[in-house]
């Protein structure tokens, strides 16, 4: 079995093909293509700019996909897509494309849930068996645990998403958006050493990051050459606090609060193993605190490199597979995308456990 | 926008799993006075190892919690978190104790190494019981209406929900109440595979516990409740219909119980408001 996936929740618009070739055998990926729109630093990405790069790019990815693939059209049994959650503009852009090249080839739709995509191929990439899945990306914080077909989330964030808050934290210092920037924040926290006090709000399993934002609005105005020498940022010692310090701080306090959700949803429901998916999971300093965690657990943790861990659309392509092997088929006047969308709203037919 | 190529991921290779992160377990070395002897592991929560052992004397079963030291934490992150949540913990303890809330007694506390001694709660939580009652549903023995017809753990879920209802009463909210902190202590102290549904009912691990200021009343008990009811809908999807009972009990145990209900509904629109975007 063949599938084609297309990707296009947020801004980057990937396409992939895959296939599996038997139940007992691992997938096979064919194709894994991607582009990404960036806006210029200080500035976070529109639907309605990000919604023409898709509609750009999705001809030309989807060509250069099937052709890198060597597969021919007819091989191919299903066309998946990202039914959402997401942005509405990217998401219709990328749907439509599904829809086009659906009743051009004559092949059966399947519209996938994102932060499924997200599970699916982290299980896949990690061989992670039943794990607790923490998602974390630009627009979902999700502590996930499966239960009697569905992915249920267990935590999640109280108002805005992880990645949301790394974005903007980064704008705040005006930091790159290119490649992304949570990379770069990563890059400069390497350089940090000096902890600065930021809001840690942890309730229960879920969490809480929009009081990061406003003190990371304090901070940067307290950083930097151009503040007179008395009103800078000092620690201890009287050194001055650098950029590359919040960011240290940044990342080490909300990485601390996830691996704590993280931890309670893994005492609570038992288990040993934790995958880490989405594209703040590529963070090696979460990877890494996350498996000091687990193996404090007598666990492991497993994670994707960013082929796999940032959107793409293998992930739709394999997640769509998986639900079009269960009889499911998205019919065209039922091929809408949506903004809303609840891991746990969609049944996991594929999974007897 | 414009980059003339596509960034390249071609991969034709098929996946493979990464090599697994080394699993060997440190082990935790409790601060004095306490030994490893005389100490049984009863649970590895989320921040603390719990143990059972005895204080004072040798027939005073008692509960160390210990905070370690987490080592994925910073330093001084981890310094701070343990030692405001570790006292936090204690003080609210005492004063639900003192009005009337069944929770364990503080025994003894160093916030430096990390523990808490609290006195023993036998019997079991109530997580067990909704297990057992869930696997005798799905095991065909009694019909899911039938099953909710039971005088019993109706009863239960009612003091259950009064009892939330006493803590929210006196200013306290719980800050993790999920089903396995809910526990049914039985008056023999002893530990069987199912908690008699009659016991009393106590509550344990104030861990996140805090002190309710007025003006975040709502908020606080209708997260509490919202927990709770995660915790129920989570670990036992034919245990949804109970927790209606919990609630109903809530609403009419205490004066403030309609506000935080009200506002439950809104934490409830709050949480699901998070399937905006991918």
Redesign the interface.
């Known amino acids: 079995m063949i599938a084609i996936g297309l990707e296009g929740?947020?801004n980057k618009i990937g396409i992939g093909l895959i296939s599996h070739p038997h139940p007992s055998k691992?997938?096979?990926?064919?194709?894994?293509?991607?582009?990404?729109?960036?806006s210029p630093p200080g500035e976070g990405f529109l639907p309605k700019?990000t919604a023409?790069?898709h509609r750009?790019?999705v001809v030309?990815?989807i060509k250069?996909a099937v052709k890198?693939a060597g597969v021919k059209i007819e091989d191919i049994d299903c066309i998946c897509y990202?039914k959402?959650?997401?942005?509405f503009a990217p998401?219709q852009s990328v749907a439509l494309a599904a829809r086009t090249i659906a009743l051009l080839w004559g092949k059966p739709l399947v519209g996938v849930n994102?932060?499924v995509g997200h599970i699916e191929m982290g299980r896949?990439?990690?061989?992670a068996n039943n794990p607790v899945v923490l998602y974390v990306?630009?627009?979902?914080?999700?502590v996930i645990?499966y239960?009697?077909n569905?992915y249920?989330?267990?935590g999640?964030?109280?108002?805005i998403?992880i990645g949301?808050c790394i974005d903007r934290f980064a704008r705040t210092l005006m930091i790159p958006n290119d490649p992304f920037p949570g990379y770069n924040v990563e890059q400069l926290a390497k350089h940090g050493k000096n902890?600065v006090d930021i809001p840690?709000a942890?309730?229960?399993?879920?969490a809480s990051f929009t009081g990061i934002l406003a003190a990371a609005e304090v901070l940067a105005k307290s950083i930097g050459e151009n503040v007179p020498e008395d009103k800078r940022l000092k620690n201890e010692g009287g050194e001055f606090i650098t950029k590359e310090d919040l960011c240290f701080s940044l990342q080490?306090?909300i990485?601390?609060m996830l691996?704590?959700i993280t931890?309670?949803a893994?005492?609570?429901?038992g288990a040993t193993q934790v995958l880490v998916v989405g594209g703040v999971g590529s963070n090696v300093r979460l990877q890494?605190?996350?498996?000091?965690?687990?193996?404090?657990?007598?666990?492991?943790?497993?994670?994707t490199d960013e082929?796999f861990c940032i959107?793409?659309g293998i992930m739709i392509a394999h997640a769509g597979l998986l639900e079009w092997g269960t009889g499911v088929v998205t019919e065209l006047e039922d091929s809408w995308c949506t903004?809303?969308?609840?891991t746990d709203e969609v049944y996991v037919g594929w999974r007897d456990d | 926008m414009a980059h003339s190529v596509a960034e390249p991921v071609p991969t034709i290779a098929p996946l493979s799993p990464p090599s697994p992160p080394p699993t060997d377990r440190p082990l935790h070395t409790l601060p004095a006075p306490f030994t490893t002897s005389n100490l049984q592991l009863l649970a590895q929560g989320a921040e603390a190892l719990v143990y059972k052992t005895t204080f004072l004397t040798p027939n005073t079963p008692c509960v160390v919690k210990y905070r370690p030291p987490k080592p994925y934490r910073h330093p001084i992150l981890d310094k701070r978190l343990t030692k405001a949540r570790l006292l936090a913990e204690a003080r609210v303890l005492v004063r639900a104790g003192r009005e009337g809330v069944s929770v364990p007694r503080v025994l003894g506390a160093d916030w430096e190494g990390g523990w808490l001694v609290l006195s023993w709660v036998g019997g079991g939580s109530v997580r067990q019981v909704l297990d057992g009652w869930a696997e005798r549903v799905k095991r065909g023995e009694q019909k899911a209406e039938q099953a909710l017809m039971d005088g019993e753990i109706l009863d239960l879920m009612r003091r259950i929900g009064r009892c939330v209802g006493r803590l929210h009463d006196i200013g306290i909210s719980h800050g993790d109440l999920t089903t396995s902190n809910i526990m049914l202590q039985s008056p023999s102290q002893e530990s069987g595979p199912q908690p008699p549904l009659g016991g009393e009912i106590t509550l344990i691990d104030f861990g996140l516990a805090s002190h309710i200021t007025p003006n975040s009343a709502d908020e606080e008990g209708a997260v509490d409740l919202y927990v709770l009811e995660r915790a129920f809908a989570a670990t036992h999807p034919a245990a949804e219909p109970l927790f209606q009972e919990v609630l109903k009990a809530y609403s009419e145990s205490w004066k403030g119980a309609k506000s935080v209900m009200k506002r439950l509904e809104d934490v409830r629109l709050r949480g699901r408001k998070r399937s905006m975007l991918g």
């Open positions: 929740s947020a691992p997938p096979i990926v064919l194709a894994n293509l991607r582009h990404t729109y960036n700019e023409i790069h750009t790019w030309r990815l250069q890198q990202t959402g959650p997401g942005m998401l994102h932060c896949a990439i990690t061989l990306s630009g627009g979902n914080t999700q645990a239960s009697s569905r249920r989330i267990f999640e964030t109280l108002d998403a949301n902890l840690y942890v309730k229960g399993m879920d080490e306090t990485f601390a691996v704590e931890e309670r893994m005492a609570h429901v890494q605190m996350m498996g000091l965690m687990a193996r404090d657990r007598g666990g492991s943790v497993f994670a082929r959107d793409n903004q809303r969308f609840r």
